[in-house]
């Protein structure tokens, strides 16, 4: 199974409508990054999320850490065309005593008109 | 400041042949990773080098390899190819000296999109 799971897999959204896509770590997490990527291309830095119960927001769009359940939660509000995308989350985790940086396998979003 | 860059952008290559790609990283960042993105495996890390040193390297053949210069600019080579090696090569850069508990974020270049035919 995945270090780090990313759900949903999939997701159709009515435009205008919120959403949250949810990417929970199976290690100690120390910093979980999330990115958005458009098909075929680069991922793009949305935000970085360091310490337990952080929250950081970005024009419509937040993301919180909760450290105990080792969880990062992405909300869209009053979702539009443009935040359509992949999102992925990557994460710092500890392994051997070395620091990883693993990835999830994405998000897939869909705003239908 | 300019963000990463990748040349090409789209290539397409035959079984067996041998490729080259290039990432140029933000200026002053000294770290570069490279990554594998297929539809099936999700994100793969391939290697990281600094300071023209690998530091670290993911589970792929020996096939794949890469190479850092004194400019910190990276190229990562791919002999013999297979089908399976279609897929878009993410080039990501930081300014990260080692990763520790002081996070740092990668930017990541375009992508470079190989198909083997």
């Known amino acids: 199974s995945q270090e780090l799971e990313q759900s949903p897999q999939s997701l159709i959204v009515q435009e205008g409508k919120n959403l949250t896509i949810n990417c929970t770590s199976s290690k100690t997490l120390y910093g979980l990054y999330w990115y958005k990527q458009k098909y075929g291309e680069g991922l793009i830095f949305l935000m970085m999320?360091?310490?337990g119960g952080e929250e950081k927001s970005h024009e419509k769009i937040t993301a919180k850490l909760d450290e105990k359940k080792q969880q990062s939660s992405l909300h869209i509000t009053a979702s539009q065309p443009s935040h359509a995308g992949i999102y992925l989350c990557?994460?710092?985790?500890?392994?051997?005593?070395?620091?990883?940086?693993?990835w999830g396998a994405g998000t897939k979003l869909i705003i239908k008109p | 400041k300019a963000g990463v860059t990748q040349t090409p952008r789209y290539l397409i290559k035959t079984r067996g042949q041998q490729v080259t790609l290039s990432c140029s990283p933000i200026s002053g960042h000294r770290s570069v990773s490279w990554y594998q993105q297929t539809p099936g495996q999700g994100l793969q890390f391939l290697f990281e080098y600094f300071s023209e040193t690998q530091r670290n390297k993911g589970n792929f053949p020996g096939r794949f390899s890469g190479r850092q210069f004194s400019n910190s600019r990276s190229e990562m080579n791919v002999s013999t190819l297979e089908l399976g090696d279609s897929a878009l090569y993410l080039c990501?850069?930081?300014?990260?000296?080692?990763?520790?508990?002081?996070?740092?974020?990668?930017?990541f270049g375009p992508g470079t999109r190989l198909l083997v035919l």
């Open positions: 990501a850069s930081s300014s990260l000296l080692k990763r520790g508990r002081a996070q740092e974020t990668q930017y």
């Open positions: 999320l360091q310490k």
């Open positions: 990557g994460a710092d985790i500890i392994t051997d005593s070395n620091y990883q940086l693993i």
